[in-house]
């Protein structure tokens, strides 16, 4: 019976020996659980990463976008392929001649994300494309990054609910979102994903780019959990896709009159 209270003693003072809180080290933050897949839910932005204007109704003249002069000349310029003033046949959109997408412009796509955690990276996947982005964990940007379509993200977990990605290193060849807002180099985005509940996840994001804009600004998109799975195939964008499109899909659908065909790729407008 000794030997026992001895044995059971000895285990106990093991366990305290080894506990974090003796040994002067703190507990193991909680990690929010954000696997998915998410799809886009109610609320945030929707063409447009504008909250005063998501269908793009007062584009370039938006209360919540401080432009540069240039910038609100460049997006007035481009011809978008949605919204009120679409010229779908004749558009600039980078995405028309399959150009990656880039974020935050990828969440303005009705597809999925999944969230792939481990304990070095997240892999933050898009069923659009297929296209992936790294956010690396406890880590930090080049001093001179490459600008990329999707930039060089790092990433940190905040009170247990939040993960917070923070990317640099962008290039200036993508648009924000289907309303043309740009981009420049100087780009720093900061993405919040919060788990809200079981089934909804809300993204804050903050958009720093002194090139084009006059002071950061922000915007939100709000995910609701999906119980589909991300597509049993996987399909990558040509433009013969594009113009297949076009032939088959596109052009019966419109008035007409409209052009059936898009503008040849040789023709297309250069990229600025």
């Not at 506990?19 to 063409?47: H, K, M, N, V």
């Not at 740009?182 to 985005?189: G, L, N, V, Y």
């Not at 809200?196 to 995910?223: C, E, I, K, Q």
């Not at 990558?236 to 052009?259: F, I, K, N, S």
Request: charged share 20%; hydrophobic share 35%; proline share 9%.
């Amino acid at each position: 019976m000794r030997n026992q209270f001895v044995m059971s003693l000895m285990a106990s003072v093991a366990v305290m020996v080894s506990s974090p809180i003796l040994q002067g080290q703190e507990p193991a933050a909680p990690i929010p659980d954000l696997s998915g897949p998410w799809t886009r839910g109610q609320g945030g932005f929707g063409s447009s990463l504008s909250l005063s204007d998501p269908r793009m109704q007062k584009r370039g003249n938006e209360d919540d976008i401080p432009y540069q002069p240039w910038a609100r000349e460049k997006t007035l310029s481009q011809r978008t392929s949605t919204g009120p003033q679409a010229q779908y046949y004749n558009s600039t959109n980078p995405q028309m001649w399959c150009d990656p997408v880039g974020a935050p412009a990828v969440y303005g796509w009705p597809q999925k994300t999944e969230f792939v955690q481990t304990p070095k990276a997240v892999y933050i996947l898009y069923e659009y494309g297929v296209r992936y982005r790294i956010v690396w964990l406890n880590s930090k940007h080049p001093e001179d990054p490459d600008p990329q379509y999707w930039g060089h993200s790092i990433g940190w977990y905040e009170n247990g609910d939040t993960l917070v990605v923070d990317t640099v290193g962008l290039n200036d060849k993508v648009w924000l979102d289907e309303a043309a807002h740009p981009q420049t180099e100087q780009m720093h985005m900061i993405e919040r994903y919060k788990r809200v509940d079981r089934d909804n996840m809300r993204l804050d994001l903050t958009l720093d780019d002194p090139g084009a804009y006059t002071r950061p600004w922000s915007t939100f998109r709000n995910f609701s959990r999906s119980d589909a799975q991300f597509l049993r195939y996987q399909w990558e964008c040509t433009v013969r896709e594009v113009q297949a499109h076009t032939d088959t899909l596109a052009a019966p659908a419109l008035a007409p009159g409209t052009p059936a065909s898009l503008v040849s790729p040789d023709k297309l407008p250069a990229a600025k």
